[in-house]
């Protein structure tokens, strides 16, 4: 009897392992460490060394947030954005659908990267249009992982 039980302890307790979903590797909090920008025949840095900027990804959402260093103080540099919104993941194919976000003429846009994960580092590559705004871009941007 007591090796009947412990067989089924053992089966259920497989059974749960089995179940547990796999780790989808984009989600977490990622931090901006660098971004290129690519217009008509021109690439160039777009990235803020005097600022920071965080990504969250979540099983269904991703939440942006960009702020200055200086807590806002030097006004003439002072920053603050943040947008989000649902995502869809199919292999490496990453589409944000952008719902949320400060200057409102980019909300209800989607925009299609291209993603890998290479230990602790995402990358993710693809074009930024909004027709509205005249923004046709391709953008490259390399975000670490936040312990």
Not at 2 to 27: D, F, H, Q, W
Not at 84 to 102: A, C, M, Q, W
Request: glycine content about 6%; overall charge neutral.
């Amino acid at each position: 009897m007591k090796k009947a039980i412990s067989i089924l302890v053992l089966i259920i307790s497989m059974t749960a392992c089995n179940l547990e979903k796999e780790r989808n590797p984009i989600e977490g909090t990622w931090r901006l460490i660098s971004a290129e920008t690519t217009e008509k025949d021109s690439t160039f840095s777009t990235f803020n060394t005097k600022t920071k900027m965080i990504k969250i990804i979540n099983e269904t959402h991703f939440a942006f947030f960009n702020h200055d260093l200086k807590n806002g103080k030097d006004s003439t540099n002072a920053v603050f954005f943040g947008g989000g919104g649902k995502y869809t993941l199919k292999d490496s194919t990453y589409t944000e659908h952008l719902e949320f976000f400060n200057n409102r003429n980019w909300e209800d846009n989607s925009f299609e990267f291209t993603v890998k994960v290479q230990n602790d580092t995402l990358i993710q590559t693809g074009v930024e249009r909004v027709e509205k705004l005249g923004i046709d871009r391709i953008i490259t941007e390399k975000y670490v992982r936040e312990k």
